[in-house]
């Protein structure tokens, strides 16, 4: 039984460009660099709204929140979840393996009992053999 490293590209009914926009975003989204990201552009939005040469955006600052809060949520939401479906899908596929292994190693252990305990016997019998001449 030949076993083989399952990664996250492996496995997953849908294939192609969505698997890997949707696995690269939840990559991506799900790191600390992405909250420094968001944190530079909100502080530098707030900035250049107040001290900038145009105000586009003035202080509750409602277009910042509809765009950070409100579209990038509901957008980010839905391709973390299919990422994270992508990687369930990889980590049972491994999960699966990692059992037949195991079940693969029992069988050889077992196996190596026998095989002990008959040479066991062999050799009590030899035993018992010098042991009468």
Same mark, same amino acid.
């Given at each position: 039984?030949? /076993? =083989?490293?399952?990664?996250?590209?492996?496995?997953?009914? /849908? $294939?192609?460009?969505?698997?890997?926009? %949707?696995?690269?975003?939840?990559?991506?989204?799900?790191?600390?660099?992405?909250?420094?990201?968001?944190?530079?552009? +909100?502080?530098?939005?707030?900035? &250049? $709204? =107040?001290?900038?040469?145009? #105000?586009?955006?003035?202080?509750?600052?409602?277009?910042?929140?509809?765009?950070?809060?409100?579209?990038?949520? %509901?957008? %980010?939401? +839905?391709?973390?979840? +299919?990422? @994270?479906?992508? @990687?369930?899908?990889? #980590?049972?596929?491994?999960? !699966?393996?990692? /059992? !037949?292994?195991? !079940?693969?190693?029992?069988?050889?252990?077992?196996?190596?009992?026998?095989?002990? !305990?008959? @040479?066991?016997?062999? &050799?009590?019998? &030899?035993?018992?053999?010098?042991? =009468? $001449?």
């Amino acid at each position: 039984m030949k /076993h =083989r490293l399952v990664h996250n590209n492996d496995v997953h009914p /849908h $294939s192609g460009f969505n698997k890997w926009l %949707a696995l690269l975003i939840t990559n991506g989204v799900g790191n600390m660099w992405f909250f420094y990201f968001l944190m530079v552009f +909100v502080g530098g939005w707030i900035l &250049l $709204s =107040r001290l900038g040469p145009l #105000s586009f955006d003035p202080y509750p600052f409602a277009l910042m929140l509809l765009i950070v809060g409100g579209i990038f949520q %509901a957008l %980010a939401m +839905v391709a973390i979840m +299919v990422g @994270q479906n992508v @990687q369930a899908a990889a #980590s049972d596929a491994r999960a !699966e393996t990692d /059992h !037949e292994t195991l !079940e693969a190693i029992h069988t050889l252990a077992a196996q190596s009992v026998k095989i002990l !305990e008959g @040479q066991n016997k062999i &050799l009590a019998l &030899l035993q018992a053999q010098t042991n =009468r $001449s």
